[in-house]
């Protein structure tokens, strides 16, 4: 494989060449034209005029924003990635409609967090059906659940542990016990500024303490078998077209 075209595979999340990834050999080593280097809008433009494989360059470029987006809505990953997959169809029948009034990421995104709406209204419109005829227990937890509510417990727990003491009792009668600034008060003798003051500076500093144990970048990761499922699946509808 030429430097090229490898450097190319790599910027996407998935570096081997698919099926249909393969299309884009030819295009390199048969045009004078960089793919690599042309903007989102042009691939779209060139698309539209009949190059359909070069959708797979935009859906690898956005699967990981497509996907955490459509997480954030849904909460769940199968769900997610059907979302995806009608999102990218939709997104690819509308193309000569798109007026490039604004970025084809933005309108791309869209058309995803429009798709993720109506697919949870659709759910809770299901689930409250469901609900008027089979109501059980609504406090009933899954193992995973109960096993996730109780490790994030102990984190909290530590959390607030770790506080100085001054902190640390002003965050547990505010916020824990839910008294009153003045209760507060009155039960530390502070004045009501200090109260405040402790208690934002106990919120900073669990922040930075909870911050420790995440990191933004691995929230609704979106792995390489996951990309290629979405882009086949989509891609082998737009062939069949």
Sequence with gaps: MKKGLQKYFTTFCNPLITRYSINYK???????????????????TRIVNGEQHLYERLMRKFNQQLYRISMSII?????????MQTAYFNAYRQLPNFKHQSSFGTWLTRILINESLLHKKRKLKLEKAVMENIYNDNHSE????????????????KAV?????????????????????????EA????????????????EMLRTEL???W?????????LVRCDVI???VMGRIMNL
């Design 215 to 223: 990191a933004p970048s691995q929230i609704y990761e979106f792995n």
């Design 75 to 83: 909460n769940d990953d199968k769900e997610a990635e059907d979302i």
């Design 142 to 157: 899954t193992p995973l659940a109960e096993l996730m509510n109780k490790e994030l417990k102990v984190l909290l727990e």
């Design 231 to 233: 882009v086949n699946n």
């Design 161 to 185: 542990a770790n506080l100085p003491e001054k902190y640390r009792i002003v965050f547990v009668m505010r916020e824990v016990q839910s008294m009153s600034t003045n209760e507060t008060m």
């Design 211 to 213: 911050n420790s144990y």
């Design 188 to 203: 530390l003798d502070l004045g009501e500024s200090n109260v405040k003051i402790r208690l934002n500076r106990a919120k």
């Design 26 to 44: 030819f295009v390199f080593m048969n045009q004078t034209i960089d793919i690599s280097k042309l903007s989102d809008e042009e691939i779209v």
